[in-house]
């Protein structure tokens, strides 16, 4: 237990716990304090006088970590929450503050009261809802612990090195490439699974090779030069440091060095500007993107083979960071669960993406969610207490049966629909998934994110751990976290702060249902404040989490170079009688070769075939960028009915498959760092 001395005159007493972020979940009956969760007294918690003579000597929070409220010893079928001691500007119990109050302090009795709730609602954990719906119960989600040598194996197959265990693997050459571009740290992170890896497999008969011998042969059949503009391992080691006369500005996040270099340097001694400490909404640091003159690069702007690089480079980043951090984080399975193939609640994203795609082709997020969210907006987001005041428990149970219904028929009644109510419903879709929103495979990754030592590693964190989320479960939760901030910011009207919508909405994504059941009382408030931090940092950095790091990006164009300079070594013969054949009819059709003129004479050759334009010449100066190759397009033909906002000016071949450029994409330097692509304007595909 410590104690944390508060600003106001208050000090917060709390537990803490040095047991793992999400215990194994194994052997459920046996733990400790178990009690019905239904009967947990949820939202109790005490906040004490400050000692006039200062806080008692001895006792202070753990270091990077939230202190957690300590429940009182009341009835269970308590409603009341008692508070000793006193914070000036309220009034208790239950009186909001028209300021921005801490985690730490007042806004947690939403948390409680949320969880409080939820149980009631299901009438316990593990037993189907009151607002279930149609009544039919719905399994709990059963967590497997990987067996020995297991999970090194899973996480080497999904970063695409498989061959490094396997010798049956089709990937080999892929592998190979992939190992060439990693950092120092990421290698780090890969010989620490293979070896573990290797120890326990030496009493097997097939051969796992020793990784000394992996990165040297890696590194022996790569001898191709760097792609322009990417890193080396050296020169981002050395970026990385302090010695290229920068301080770095703690709320500047770098996006071309490796957030585990980043981590490393800062571990060694770097001399980074630290923030100031602080929970509050309005005092949350201001990060910002070091912006990169060849753009910002988004989800959803690659294409899927692209994205699939990324995917495995941000998963070896991801655990190199926790690695620098000396996190060791132990990877959960979901097993196989009997779920729902049809209607609405308790269906999985993807089938339900699935039936919507059917109705709707180009669906990324559930139609029944994005119709709640319209309608809670329709109604006015002005409503005190939205997300945090439930609807009547009666009338969501009959909602939930009438959409179920009537959804899909276009029958059912919005009109009669009352704004508590829908949000209501909202949330119960969320946490009635099968599986959490945040995956069973990464939720300990997640929840894990505030033992990193700065806000700055939490957010990096955080953008590997968004970028790594399966694309209907990242679209979903952008989707809410684009409502949430809507609603945040309506918050004079609605009582609504940042603070208030996490913790109201951290229980429903991070509580799983049965999630209760698996953790004694004391776990569950150790984790309490972390998961409502977490969903906080994700609502107030979203505009930055779901951007793909340059660095991950000069990877991806080194593989793909190296892939295409193999590839062409192939069909040399090939290219060189095309070459010939080019050559001879060359002085008798000239224009042929004016794109390539174009740029090397500073002109660049835009194609738009889905409008019907066959080529434009652009210029190429310091100042052009996206944006204005979009508006010089649209000048030139009147034709064009896609709206301005909808059009995209794509980057194709040479080192990227396919890119959708950010307007503000100087095309100079892109063109340098990619002098082989093609540019070319189509609808975007968001």
Known sequence: MSRQQDSKGVILTGYFSNSEVVPPLTGLNNVEDSESPALRRSGHYSVQAKDKHGPTPGLSPTPGSSPILKPTHLSPAS?????????????????????????????????????????????????????????????????????????????????????????????KEDSLVLLSTLTRTQVAAVERRLTSL????????????????????????????????????????????????????????????????????YREGSKVAEEASCDTDDQLPNFKLIRDKTGLTKVGDLSPQDMKKVHRLVLIEMTALYDTAGID????????????????????LVTLLEHDQGRAPGTRVPIILQRLINHIEEEGLDTEGLLRIPGSATRVKAVCQDLEANFYEGVFPWETLKQHDAASVLKLFIRELPHPLLTVEYLNAFIAVLKLPTKKQQLQALNLLVLLLPEANRD?????????????????????TLNNVSVVMAPNIFMFKGFRSKISEQQEFSLATGIANIVRLLIRYQNLLWTIPKFIMNQVRKQNAENQRKTNKDHAMRKILRRMAYDRDKSDKPDRGSAEQDSVQGFIRVQAPQFSKVSMAVQLTEKLQAADVLTRFLSQDSCVSVKREDLCLYEIGGNIKERCLDEETYMKDLQELNPSAEWVIKAALR
Not at 111 to 124: F, L
Not at 205 to 225: L, M, N, Y
Not at 329 to 347: P, R, S, T, Y
């Open 476 to 496: 979903t939760l952008k989707t809410l976290m684009e409502f949430f901030q809507r609603v945040i910011d309506h918050k004079d009207q609605n009582k609504m």
């Open 198 to 265: 290797t120890l326990r497999k030496r009493k097997h008969t097939h051969h796992v090779p020793d990784v000394r011998d992996i990165f040297r042969q890696g590194s022996k059949e790569q001898e191709a030069p760097p792609t322009a503009g990417s890193e080396t391992r050296n020169e981002e080691a050395a970026s990385a440091g302090v010695d290229q006369g920068r301080v770095e500005v703690e709320t500047d996040l770098n996006l071309e060095v490796s957030f585990s270099e980043q981590a490393l340097s």
């Open 79 to 171: 409603n009341s929450t008692h508070l000793s001691g006193s914070a000036p500007s309220c009034k208790l119990p239950y009186q909001r503050c028209s300021s921005q109050d801490s985690l730490d302090e007042l806004a947690m009795d939403d948390y409680w009261k949320e969880v409080a709730h939820i149980s009631s609602s299901r009438g316990g954990e593990g037993a189907e809802g009151a607002e279930g719906g149609e009544g039919e119960a719905q399994e709990e989600v059963q967590l497997k612990v990987p067996e020995e040598g297991e999970q090194e194996e899973a996480w080497l197959e999904e970063a695409g090195l498989a061959m490094l265990f396997d010798d049956s693997s089709m990937e």
């Open 329 to 348: 984080l132990k990877a959960h399975k979901a097993v196989k669960l009997k779920v729902k193939e049809w209607g609405l609640f308790g269906v999985p």
